[in-house]
Nanobody
Framework: QVQLVESGGGLVQAGDSLRLSCAAS????????MGWFRQAPGKEREFGAA????????DYADSVKGRFTISRDNATNTVYLKMNSLKPEDTAVYYC????????????????WGQGTQVTVSS
């Protein structure tokens, strides 16, 4: 069982930066690939970024590539999402998710989810 708690969301202006954090419980964090997803009002949840469990390879959605950076710290069981050059269309609830040994951009394959943190970008 893995519990995930996101933090770091807030209200910012277009062009600003934010760093989201996701703290994971458990002693096997290093064996989990981690993903960040987001869901805007009236829209489906969409993939943002993922980082693999072994070599920390990363993958990004085209919509955030070059602006967002996912990273992890296995010593503190934390995954981060640094978001730069934020746009109003980045406004959403951001969720982190965990999947053991498999890295994927498919939300349905993730086993554990956090409660989400709201990011609002004003124009």
């Amino acid at each position: 069982q893995v519990q995930l708690v996101e933090s770091g969301g807030g209200l910012v202006q277009a062009g600003d930066s934010l760093r989201l954090s996701c703290a994971a419980s458990g002693r096997t964090f290093s064996s989990y690939s981690m993903g960040w997803f987001r869901q805007a009002p009236g829209k489906e949840r969409e993939f943002g970024a993922a980082i693999s469990w072994g070599d920390s390879n990363t993958d990004y959605a085209d919509s955030v590539k070059g602006r967002f950076t996912i990273s992890r710290d296995n010593a503190t069981n934390t995954v981060y999402l640094k978001m730069n050059s934020l746009k109003p269309e980045d406004t959403a609830v951001y969720y982190c998710a965990a999947k053991r040994f498999i890295t994927t951009d498919l939300s349905r394959r993730y086993d554990y989810w956090g409660q989400g943190t709201q990011v609002t970008v004003s124009s």
